[in-house]
């Protein structure tokens, strides 16, 4: 099983490498176009890096268990903006990725694990919410299986807004 483990904002060159992966493998997955992704420069891809790391952000990222070894799936969970005073605090989950040789493995079980106490604990979530493409049956399966209930809203795709987002949730204990 590879090492799960968070990401460090030297890792951009990592994250760079796995995150035009994703795009290329899943691109109905994800808001951004590999196109996009493609253009940025390394002072952007630093920069992303980083932010994915502050105060209001955790990434997660599974590698070979060596330094510099790719990286083979991610997850993120982020502070929900803005937060209603009136409910419990929210996290999204978002960015997640599995390379389809690890797909089928519990290596996304393992890490929304992970996630979902690193939710809890460090950003002080007490619901994690997602989106998720309509047509994206295995994404589907694989968080309702893990206890994420439809909440009935939606929104249009931001890269198709003929096609819907959906959104679902989990209670975090």
Same mark, same amino acid.
């Given at each position: 099983?590879?090492?799960i483990?968070?990401?460090?904002p030297?890792?951009?060159?990592?994250?760079?490498?796995?995150?035009?992966?994703?795009l290329?493998?899943t691109?109905?997955?994800?808001?951004e176009?590999?196109e996009?992704?493609?253009?940025?420069?390394?002072a952007?891809?630093?920069?992303?890096a980083?932010a994915?790391?502050?105060d209001?952000?955790?990434?997660? @990222?599974?590698d070979g268990?060596t330094?510099?070894?790719a990286f083979?799936?991610?997850?993120?969970?982020?502070v929900?903006?803005?937060?209603d005073?009136h409910?419990?605090?929210?996290a999204?989950?978002?960015s @997640?990725? @599995?390379?389809?040789?690890?797909?089928g493995?519990?290596?996304?079980?393992?890490?929304?694990?992970?996630?979902?106490?690193?939710a809890?604990t460090?950003?002080?979530?007490?619901?994690?919410?997602l989106?998720?493409?309509?047509?994206?049956?295995?994404?589907l399966?694989?968080y309702?299986?893990?206890?994420?209930?439809?909440?009935?809203?939606?929104?249009p795709?931001?890269?198709?807004?003929s096609?819907?987002?959906?959104?679902?949730?989990?209670?975090?204990?």
């Amino acid at each position: 099983m590879p090492r799960i483990r968070r990401l460090d904002p030297a890792d951009w060159r990592l994250l760079k490498n796995v995150r035009l992966e994703m795009l290329a493998d899943t691109p109905m997955a994800y808001v951004e176009s590999l196109e996009a992704a493609r253009r940025q420069t390394d002072a952007q891809w630093q920069a992303r890096a980083a932010a994915m790391t502050g105060d209001s952000s955790i990434t997660l @990222v599974a590698d070979g268990g060596t330094e510099g070894s790719a990286f083979c799936a991610l997850m993120r969970v982020a502070v929900k903006q803005p937060q209603d005073t009136h409910k419990p605090r929210q996290a999204m989950l978002i960015s @997640v990725y @599995v390379a389809p040789e690890h797909r089928g493995l519990g290596l996304a079980d393992e890490l929304l694990r992970e996630a979902c106490v690193a939710a809890r604990t460090d950003l002080g979530a007490r619901i994690l919410e997602l989106g998720v493409h309509e047509d994206n049956t295995r994404a589907l399966a694989f968080y309702k299986r893990q206890g994420f209930d439809a909440t009935g809203a939606s929104r249009p795709y931001p890269q198709d807004t003929s096609k819907r987002e959906l959104v679902m949730e989990r209670r975090l204990s």
